[in-house]
Protein backbone atom coordinates (compact mmCIF):
# COMPACT_ATOMS: atom_id res chain seq x y z
CA UNK A 1 0.00 0.00 0.00
CA UNK A 2 1.32 3.27 -0.56
CA UNK A 3 0.25 6.74 -0.33
CA UNK A 4 -1.78 8.96 -3.05
CA UNK A 5 -0.02 11.02 -4.96
CA UNK A 6 -1.74 14.44 -3.85
CA UNK A 7 -0.31 17.72 -2.32
CA UNK A 8 -1.99 17.46 0.78
CA UNK A 9 0.14 14.36 1.57
CA UNK A 10 3.39 16.41 0.37
CA UNK A 11 1.79 18.95 2.74
CA UNK A 12 1.76 16.26 5.69
CA UNK A 13 5.15 15.26 4.91
CA UNK A 14 6.34 18.92 5.48
CA UNK A 15 5.47 19.44 8.83
CA UNK A 16 8.13 16.59 9.71
CA UNK A 17 6.30 15.72 12.62
CA UNK A 18 7.64 13.06 14.81
CA UNK A 19 7.33 9.22 14.64
CA UNK A 20 4.83 7.94 17.27
CA UNK A 21 3.81 11.68 18.13
CA UNK A 22 0.57 11.34 15.82
CA UNK A 23 -1.17 9.55 13.41
CA UNK A 24 -3.95 10.42 10.53
CA UNK A 25 -7.52 9.78 11.44
CA UNK A 26 -11.02 10.93 9.99
CA UNK A 27 -10.82 9.81 6.23
CA UNK A 28 -7.50 9.74 5.87
CA UNK A 29 -6.91 6.30 6.72
CA UNK A 30 -9.86 5.75 4.31
CA UNK A 31 -8.01 7.60 1.26
CA UNK A 32 -4.51 5.64 1.93
CA UNK A 33 -6.59 1.90 1.50
CA UNK A 34 -8.25 3.41 -1.72
CA UNK A 35 -11.50 3.59 -0.03
CA UNK A 36 -12.74 7.19 -1.02
CA UNK A 37 -10.72 10.09 -1.75
CA UNK A 38 -10.79 12.47 1.41
CA UNK A 39 -11.00 16.37 0.67
CA UNK A 40 -8.34 16.89 3.76
CA UNK A 41 -6.55 16.06 6.31
CA UNK A 42 -7.08 15.42 10.23
CA UNK A 43 -4.47 14.30 12.27
CA UNK A 44 -3.96 13.36 16.25
CA UNK A 45 -0.97 14.71 18.05
CA UNK A 46 0.31 14.04 21.40
CA UNK A 47 4.17 15.75 22.66
CA UNK A 48 6.25 16.54 20.92
CA UNK A 49 4.10 16.78 17.74
CA UNK A 50 1.62 18.93 19.40
CA UNK A 51 3.55 21.21 20.70
CA UNK A 52 5.42 21.74 17.15
CA UNK A 53 2.24 22.51 15.39
CA UNK A 54 1.00 24.69 17.52
CA UNK A 55 4.06 26.40 17.42
CA UNK A 56 3.97 26.33 13.69
CA UNK A 57 0.46 26.78 12.10
CA UNK A 58 -3.45 28.95 13.20
CA UNK A 59 -5.12 27.54 16.48
CA UNK A 60 -8.39 27.91 16.35
CA UNK A 61 -11.42 25.98 18.53
CA UNK A 62 -14.24 23.98 16.02
CA UNK A 63 -17.52 25.19 16.65
CA UNK A 64 -19.01 21.62 16.51
CA UNK A 65 -16.42 19.70 18.94
CA UNK A 66 -15.64 22.55 20.66
CA UNK A 67 -11.55 21.39 20.41
CA UNK A 68 -8.22 22.79 20.04
CA UNK A 69 -7.03 22.89 16.18
CA UNK A 70 -4.52 23.81 14.20
CA UNK A 71 -5.14 24.46 10.84
CA UNK A 72 -2.05 24.29 7.68
CA UNK A 73 -2.97 24.46 4.29
CA UNK A 74 -5.91 27.03 4.72
CA UNK A 75 -7.79 24.45 6.70
CA UNK A 76 -6.94 21.56 4.30
CA UNK A 77 -4.24 19.93 7.05
CA UNK A 78 -6.12 19.96 10.49
CA UNK A 79 -4.51 18.57 13.57
CA UNK A 80 -5.78 17.95 17.04
CA UNK A 81 -4.96 17.01 20.56
CA UNK A 82 -8.24 15.39 21.15
CA UNK A 83 -10.78 13.45 18.96
CA UNK A 84 -14.60 13.56 18.91
CA UNK A 85 -16.92 12.63 19.83
CA UNK A 86 -17.00 10.47 22.99
CA UNK A 87 -13.81 9.60 24.76
CA UNK A 88 -10.66 8.49 23.19
CA UNK A 89 -7.75 7.04 24.43
CA UNK A 90 -5.56 8.71 22.35
CA UNK A 91 -2.51 7.35 23.10
CA UNK A 92 -3.60 3.90 22.30
CA UNK A 93 -4.51 5.41 18.64
CA UNK A 94 -0.72 6.69 18.29
CA UNK A 95 0.33 3.71 19.80
CA UNK A 96 -1.11 1.23 17.19
CA UNK A 97 -1.56 3.06 14.11
CA UNK A 98 -0.37 1.20 10.92
CA UNK A 99 2.37 2.92 9.56
CA UNK A 100 2.06 3.41 5.35
CA UNK A 101 4.90 5.17 3.01
CA UNK A 102 6.12 6.17 6.89
CA UNK A 103 3.57 7.95 7.66
CA UNK A 104 0.85 6.15 10.95
CA UNK A 105 -2.60 5.88 9.65
CA UNK A 106 -5.15 5.21 12.43
CA UNK A 107 -6.65 1.45 11.91
CA UNK A 108 -9.81 1.10 10.40
CA UNK A 109 -11.43 -0.36 13.62
CA UNK A 110 -11.10 3.39 15.40
CA UNK A 111 -12.39 4.43 12.35
CA UNK A 112 -15.40 2.66 11.96
CA UNK A 113 -16.00 3.39 15.61
CA UNK A 114 -16.52 7.15 15.66
CA UNK A 115 -18.14 7.02 11.60
CA UNK A 116 -21.03 5.29 14.20
CA UNK A 117 -20.63 7.63 16.77
CA UNK A 118 -21.04 10.58 14.23
CA UNK A 119 -24.15 8.97 12.70
CA UNK A 120 -24.43 11.41 9.40
CA UNK A 121 -25.51 10.30 6.17
CA UNK A 122 -21.83 10.27 5.16
CA UNK A 123 -20.77 8.21 7.70
CA UNK A 124 -23.44 5.78 6.99
CA UNK A 125 -22.32 5.78 3.09
CA UNK A 126 -18.54 5.87 4.48
CA UNK A 127 -19.38 2.45 6.85
CA UNK A 128 -20.65 0.93 3.85
CA UNK A 129 -17.92 1.37 1.94
CA UNK A 130 -15.27 0.31 4.40
CA UNK A 131 -17.47 -3.20 4.77
CA UNK A 132 -17.33 -4.05 1.21
CA UNK A 133 -13.61 -3.05 1.25
CA UNK A 134 -12.46 -5.31 4.20
CA UNK A 135 -14.81 -8.21 2.54
CA UNK A 136 -12.40 -8.17 -0.08
CA UNK A 137 -9.17 -8.15 2.13
Not at 22 to 49: E, K, L, Q
Not at 54 to 61: D, H, L, S, V
Not at 91 to 114: C, K, N, S
Request: a negative charge.
Amino acid sequence: MNLPEHPLFEELKKLVLPQGEYAVFGSGPMWVRGIRVANDIDIIARGVAWEQTRANGKMITKEDSGLECVQFVEGKVEVYHGWYPGEWDIDEIIDTAEIIDGIPFVRLEYVIDWKKKMGREKDKKDLALIQEYLSKY
